[in-house]
């Protein structure tokens, strides 16, 4: 299952002309700060046997903006946050 999913990721990859994301204003094109407002954390939890518990899923809600900045000096790079997205594995 790990491996399937890797060479789809691969495959996409390569299928399309990459260009990274950089920062216009200091040029960093490595650390990045996602901040997401009013965010709702949603876990489920099943109680096993033993009384212990493992975790069953996460479905988060994000109810307001998400922002993208530069990680270096917090320039607002918003405007590329679906193509981090579609590059987020
Ligand atoms: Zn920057």
Do not use: W
């Amino acid at each position: 299952m790990e491996v399937l999913t890797e060479s789809i990721h691969k495959k996409k990859l390569s299928s399309k002309h990459l260009m990274k994301i950089t920062c216009p204003n200091c040029g960093n094109d490595r650390d990045f700060v996602e901040v997401a407002d009013s965010v709702i954390l949603t876990t489920h939890y099943v109680q096993n046997e033993d009384c212990s518990f493992t975790q069953d899923g996460d479905e988060s809600q994000i109810l307001g903006e998400i922002r993208f900045f530069c990680g270096e000096c917090n320039a607002d790079l918003t405007q590329h946050h679906q193509r981090f997205l579609e590059m987020l594995f």
